[in-house]
Nanobody
């Protein structure tokens, strides 16, 4: 079992920045992949980005490339999602999730992830 807790959401003006965190506890993340998804009101949940806990790079959906970046803090068992140049369309409930044994082609799929956090709200508005 893995427990995930997201934090760092809030209200920010367009063009601003936020850093979300996903703290993991329980089972070792080992060969896990940490993914971030978001769900805007009235829309389906969508993939944002993912990163392998042990080695490997990060992967982002086109709409956030160059603005969002993922990093890992091994000492705190935490993954951060740094979001820059935020836009109103980035407003959503942001979730982190963990999946094990994922191949690259499945990292953007919700059903590839085994454990999910409760989400943190990000609102981009003036």
């Amino acid at each position: 079992q893995v427990q995930l807790v997201e934090s760092g959401g809030g209200l920010v003006q367009p063009g601003g920045s936020l850093r979300l965190s996903c703290a993991a506890s329980g089972r070792s993340l080992g060969n896990g992949v940490i993914g971030w998804f978001r769900q805007a009101a009235g829309k389906d949940r969508e993939f944002v980005g993912s990163i392998r806990w042990s080695g490997g790079g990060s992967f982002y959906t086109n709409g956030v490339k160059g603005r969002f970046s993922l990093s890992k803090d091994y000492a705190k068992n935490t993954v951060h999602l740094q979001m820059e140049s935020l836009k109103p369309e980035d407003t959503a409930l942001y979730y982190c999730a963990v999946g094990f044994g994922l191949i690259a082609g499945r990292m953007s799929r919700e059903d590839a992830y085994d454990y999910w956090g409760q989400g943190t709200q990000v609102t981009v508005s003036s």
